[in-house]
């Protein structure tokens, strides 16, 4: 496929999907159906196979809610929350150590699933700060830039 030239024909190519059909807005609060989050994320693997899956504010609530944790690892072949394939630092936010966590999950045909485990929630500090949401977003789109023609 070849890269987008603008916003509109990159629109089409975005998704948001949450593990709960409820509307709580802090992960803490968040109750997962486990087999709605199942079916999701099967969508997601066996149907839509995306190029990348971001997980916003789910590393706390991954490693004290260990049944959705194990619905990514049962879905997300290779998937361990304590063991990412790379953790990248977020560079532009020098004052904490913010990484990027991400995971390679390789498709039955060949390509490759990323799952994205970004630094924060982008309603929460330093993301409330619009220059380093775009920041973090700038560094995330030239690590995995494919070239032109891709």
């Not at 987008?4 to 990159?10: F, K, P, Q, R, V």
């Not at 693997?45 to 916003?56: A, D, E, T």
């Not at 049962?74 to 953790?87: A, S």
Request: aromatic share 12%; with cysteine; net charge negative.
């Amino acid at each position: 496929m070849g890269q987008a030239t603008d916003e509109n024909e990159s629109l089409p190519l975005f998704g948001n999907l949450n593990l709960n059909t409820g509307q709580s807005g802090e992960a803490r609060n968040v109750a997962v159906k486990f087999d709605f989050a199942a079916w999701i994320l099967r969508a997601i693997r066996y149907g839509l196979q995306p190029r990348f899956v971001v997980m916003l504010s789910l590393s706390t609530y991954l490693r004290t809610n260990h049944g959705t944790a194990e619905i990514l690892e049962d879905v997300f072949l290779g998937f361990d929350l304590k063991k990412p394939h790379r953790e990248v630092s977020f560079s532009a936010y020098s004052q904490k150590n913010l990484v990027f966590r991400e995971w390679d999950i390789p498709f039955a045909n060949g390509d490759e699933l990323t799952l994205v485990m970004w630094p924060q929630h982008p309603s929460r500090a330093p993301f409330s700060n619009a220059e380093l949401w775009r920041a973090s977003c700038e560094e995330f789109a030239v690590r995995h830039r494919l070239p032109l023609g891709c």
